[in-house]
């Protein structure tokens, strides 16, 4: 893009237009991923819905490659192109919640623990991930789960409406009855068919849940995991637990002798009746003796944030993902093998439930499709240094190819790095060609390209 196209963008934006070189420019292409390292034309600081729409339609007229930033934690640095032109929402943050109504209408560039922070000052939430630094918008459109998943569904589940810049910078509100084929495709076909500049959700009922986290080490795994693919799913589906292979941080509610230690855990979210939590918990001894065992109650809040300050942006971040059915004997073994090979302290391997409520709305309702699904699984290798990028990528695929064959096949699209096209229709199963066609009704051209992408029919 050259001086005089990028000066004349300016004049039409209100939001700041960074360019390389200037000041700020190189904060402004850092992402959650510090292993992402892309050099954009132009980055557009948009300061409201009429920048997004400029931004698009001068993108489109000037031939220029459209990323879309909300949060920045694409994994595969989808936000962000060499050469090309991102359109920043992160300064547009903000969230409305209706306590009478029981909804939130939240920003396009705010973050899970700006949604957190609003609805819990009135005891309400929605499932979404389990980081608050988190983007609402990619995590949003590629479909969303975490600690509520069970009781209350996806984020899409939630999902009553969003507002969105289409391709050919024209605005539109996407729900039940308008757009209703879009609206379809938005909850959980990702960025493919324009930017959203903000979403309304449906809220629930929940202020205090109770935390938990048991830890075994990493030799128990196999006993550990057979119980907890027989324990969870008969649960109750006000329990949400994670499994997780790890090495235990070096900082509370863990005793200073497991740090550093390989272990596996499962972390627990209680949504009930909080004098419940400790007799639906009872039956972890039947895994086997844990190393620790700790709940406590906790503002919701609390728990969405817990992980921030022990995964900040900047670190090196290589991911897989897949869904799961069952967990085989097979893949024990391989869960056991790799836990004993974690290459770094902040490595790790985590089943999300994705059963419970989430099996409740039909499996062609959105274009999430994998409602017959019980895990989620992502494999992270993660580490400061770049130095280990090369260990921690190589252990992430290495785990990830040999669990691959007991998987059902695809991914959450937010689980997955640059796999190519195969791997994107695997995840959209028997509703990529639907996908496709309404790719052709907003986005003929495939101006949206820079995502997990559905090229049009």
Request: hydrophobic share 40%; aromatic share 10%.
């Amino acid at each position: 893009m050259n001086t005089a196209i990028r000066d004349s963008l300016k004049d039409k934006i209100r939001g700041p237009v960074m360019a390389p070189g200037q000041p700020g420019y190189d904060e402004a292409r850092a992402i959650y991923n510090a292993m992402i390292d892309i050099s954009p034309a132009a980055i557009v600081q948009c300061a409201d819905v009429g920048d997004v729409m400029t931004a698009v339609r001068f993108g489109a007229q000037n031939d220029l490659e459209i990323a879309v930033r909300g949060g920045g934690h694409s994994g595969s640095g989808l936000c962000l192109l060499d050469g090309g032109l991102t359109i920043d929402l992160s300064a547009m943050r903000g969230v409305r919640v209706d306590p009478v109504a029981g909804t939130a209408q939240v920003a396009g560039g705010s973050q899970l623990g700006d949604l957190d922070h609003a609805a819990h000052a009135f005891g309400l939430a929605t499932p979404s991930g389990i980081n608050s630094t988190t983007g609402v918008g990619g995590l949003t459109l590629g479909g969303g789960h975490g600690h509520l998943t069970r009781a209350y569904g996806l984020t899409v589940d939630n999902l009553l409406s969003a507002d969105i810049v289409l391709a050919d910078g024209t605005f539109v509100t996407a729900d039940a009855n308008r757009e209703a084929d879009l609206f379809w495709a938005l909850r959980g076909g990702g960025g493919n068919y324009g930017v959203a500049t903000s979403f309304t959700y449906r809220l629930h009922p929940v202020d205090t849940v109770g935390v938990g986290f048991t830890v075994w080490p990493a030799e128990q795994i196999p006993e550990v995991l057979r119980w907890y693919r027989e324990f969870l799913p008969q649960a109750t589906e006000d329990l949400n637990g994670f499994f997780a292979v790890l090495v235990v941080p070096p900082g509370p509610p863990f005793p200073e002798e497991l740090h550093g230690r390989k272990m596996c855990a499962v972390v627990w979210c209680w949504v009930g009746e909080p004098e419940q939590f400790e007799k639906e918990l009872a039956a972890v001894g039947d895994a086997g003796r844990p190393a620790f065992h700790f709940t406590m109650p906790m503002p919701y809040p609390g728990l969405q944030s817990m992980f921030d300050e022990l995964l900040p942006t900047g670190l090196q971040w290589y991911w897989r993902g897949d869904f799961f059915d069952r967990i085989t004997d097979e893949a024990i073994d391989v869960h056991a093998r790799y836990a004993g090979a974690i290459p770094t302290g902040l490595s790790t391997m985590h089943l999300y439930p994705v059963d419970g409520a989430v099996h409740r709305t039909g499996p062609d309702e959105t274009a999430w499709s994998y409602r017959d699904a019980l895990w989620s699984g992502v494999f992270a290798g993660i580490d400061p240094d770049p130095a280990n990028a090369g260990a921690i990528r190589d252990w992430c695929v290495g785990y990830w190819e040999e669990l691959h064959p007991h998987s059902m096949g695809g991914a959450y699209v937010n689980f997955m790095m640059d796999e190519g096209p195969e791997r994107v229709r695997a995840t959209y199963r028997d509703h990529f060609d639907r996908l496709a066609r309404i790719k052709r009704a907003y986005d003929p051209e495939n101006l949206f390209h820079a995502n997990q992408n559905i090229q049009p029919a």
